[in-house]
């Protein structure tokens, strides 16, 4: 099922514990075994395996068109279509502009979500691409809302 192998080859070994996280963190999930959906970053600069700081993206129009899908397809089922939330995880359009924000959201997907020992979010680190990752912090950026 985890088709992750070949990325943990050739990532630091930072990013390679992370890895072994989120894979510890996505089987303790309780939603099913949920696949991730790959974000297809073709046309976007591509960024390699370290974290740059800040999205190097923001504001392009076809980082925001390719983080849409691919936040419809990995993120919605949780966070709401379109980014709007049901109630179930936060409402991302009121996620901080900018750096804050960025830094924020690598956070996050580093980690995901555990609360109590309970995995609420799984991390997306090495599940989807560091490009598909800016991509839909793009698009997240692209609705925010004060
Ligand atoms: C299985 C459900 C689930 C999925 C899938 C999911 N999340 Fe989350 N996410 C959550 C929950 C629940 C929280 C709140 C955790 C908390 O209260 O600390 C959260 C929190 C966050 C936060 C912090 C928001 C804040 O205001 O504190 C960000 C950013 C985030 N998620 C981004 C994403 C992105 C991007 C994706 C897709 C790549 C994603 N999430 C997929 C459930 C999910």
Redesign the pocket.
């Given at each position: 099922m985890r088709t992750m192998k070949t990325a943990a080859g050739s990532v630091p070994a930072a990013l390679g514990l992370a890895l072994g996280l989120a894979l510890t963190a996505g089987s303790a999930?309780g939603?099913g075994d949920?696949q991730?959906q790959p974000v297809n970053t073709d046309g976007l600069k591509p960024l390699g395996a370290e974290w740059v700081a800040e999205n190097p993206y923001k504001g392009d129009k076809h980082a925001v068109a390719i983080g849409a899908s691919?936040?419809n397809q990995?993120?919605a089922?949780?966070?709401g279509l379109e980014m709007i939330s049901g109630g179930?995880?936060?409402?991302?359009r009121?996620?901080p502009q900018g750096k804050e924000g960025d830094e924020?959201?690598v956070e996050?997907?580093k980690h995901?979500?555990v609360?109590n020992g309970v995995?609420?979010?799984?991390a997306?680190e090495g599940v989807?691409s560091q490009e598909g990752?800016w991509a839909?912090?793009s698009y997240?950026e692209s609705k925010h809302e004060e």
């Open positions: 999930l939603h949920v991730p691919g936040f990995n993120c089922r949780c966070h179930l995880a936060p409402d991302l009121y996620l924020y959201f996050r997907m995901g979500a609360i995995t609420k979010m799984p997306f989807i990752l839909i912090r997240i």
